[in-house]
C-alpha cells in the first residue's frame, strides 16, 4: 500500500533543525549528547553542529499529572507552537518505540522511519479515512535511508503511531500486513504539522520494548528505557551531522 501523503525531501545543507523529543528522560540523554544544557523553562535547548543550528523541543511536563505530555495531541501541538514561532529547515523525532520480534529486532535496535500512519484510526469513509490514517512518507529518499542505516546500524522501515502503549489484534494483524517495525506515539502526528509546514522530517527510533512478544509492554519499556535513550542519543551526533552536512 502506497502512503497517502509526502513530506519535502531534505535540501542541502538544512540550517536550521529542530529535533523533536517526547519525553524528558528521552530528551536529557540526546542534549548531553549534543553539548546542550538543561531545560530552563523558558526557551529550548540549542547547540552547533556541522554549520547548522540545533534546538531541542519537548511537549513539556503536566504539573497536575506530574507526568511527561506524551501521544499524538501534546505531540503536535508543542511542534505546531516550535515552527510557528521559528520555522525549521529539518524537525528530526528521536525517541522510543516498540519493536517486533517477528521482525527480527531486538531491544535497543534502532530504526530509521521510512513512513509513518496511524494504526488505531478506522473510518470507513472515502477520503476521511485517508486523512484520519494520514500515512506519509517522510523526507529521505531509499538511497540516502539506506546509507544512514548503514552508517548507524540501523533498520529502515514503516512506523506506526497510536495513543495506547499497548496494542489490540486488529492493530498486531494491521502491523504484519504493512511490515510495521516500530511502534509508537507521535511520529504521525509529527508528520501532518511537517506537512502543513512544509518541512521535511527524519525520524529515529530505538527499541524498548517487544509488541508482539509475551511479556507486559508496560514492564519491559520501564526496564530497557535507560539503555534504548542511552543508544539513541549515542546515535544522534551523527545522524545530525550527516544530515547537516548533506
Known amino acids: ?37 538543561g531545560p530552563d523553562g523558558r526557551a529550548p535547548r540549542t547547540a552547533t553542529l556541522g554549520g547548522a543550528r540545533i534546538r531541542l523541543v519537548t511537549p513539556g511536563r503536566d504539573e497536575i499529572a506530574l507526568a511527561d505530555r506524551i501521544g499524538p495531541l501534546h505531540a503536535a501541538l508543542a511542534l505546531e507552537r516550535a515552527l510557528a514561532a521559528e520555522p525549521a529547515d ?7 518505540a516498540g519493536g517486533f520480534e517477528s521482525q527480527g529486532l531486538g ?3 534502532l530504526v530509521l522511519a521510512r513512513e509513518t500512519m496511524f494504526h488505531d484510526a478506522r473510518v470507513g469513509l472515502p477520503g476521511f479515512d485517508a486523512v484520519a490514517r494520514a500515512r506519509t512518507r517522510l523526507s529521505l529518499d531509499d538511497a540516502r535511508l ?21 496494542a489490540t489484534a486488529a492493530e498486531l494483524a494491521q502491523f504484519a500486513a504493512t511490515g510495521t517495525l516500530a511502534k509508537e506515539m507521535e511520529l504521525a502526528a509529527l508528520a501532518i504539522v511537517c506537512r502543513d509546514h512544509a518541512t521535511p522530517l527524519v525520524a529515529l527510533k530505538g527499541i524498548t520494548d517487544l509488541v508482539d512478544h509475551h511479556e507486559p509492554v508496560e514492564s519491559a519499556f520501564l526496564r530497557n528505557l535507560e539503555r534504548t535513550c542511552a543508544r539513541i542519543a549515542e546515535a544522534a551526533p551523527a545522524l545530525i551531522g550527516l544530515l547537516a552536512a548533506r
Open 1 to 37: 500500500m502506497r502512503p497517502d501523503f509526502a513530506l519535502p525531501p531534505l535540501a542541502p545543507h538544512p540550517h536550521a533543525i529542530t529535533i523533536f523529543i517526547a519525553m524528558e528522560s528521552e530528551a536529557a540523554p540526546v542534549a548531553r549528547a549534543l553539548g546542550m544544557g
Open 90 to 96: 529539518l524537525v528530526v523525532n528521536l525517541g522510543t
Open 107 to 109: 531491544i535497543a535496535d
Open 146 to 166: 539506506e546509507a544512514l542505516a548503514a552508517a548507524l546500524g540501523a533498520r529502515v522501515g514503516p512506523v506506526s503511531t497510536g495513543s495506547s502503549l499497548d
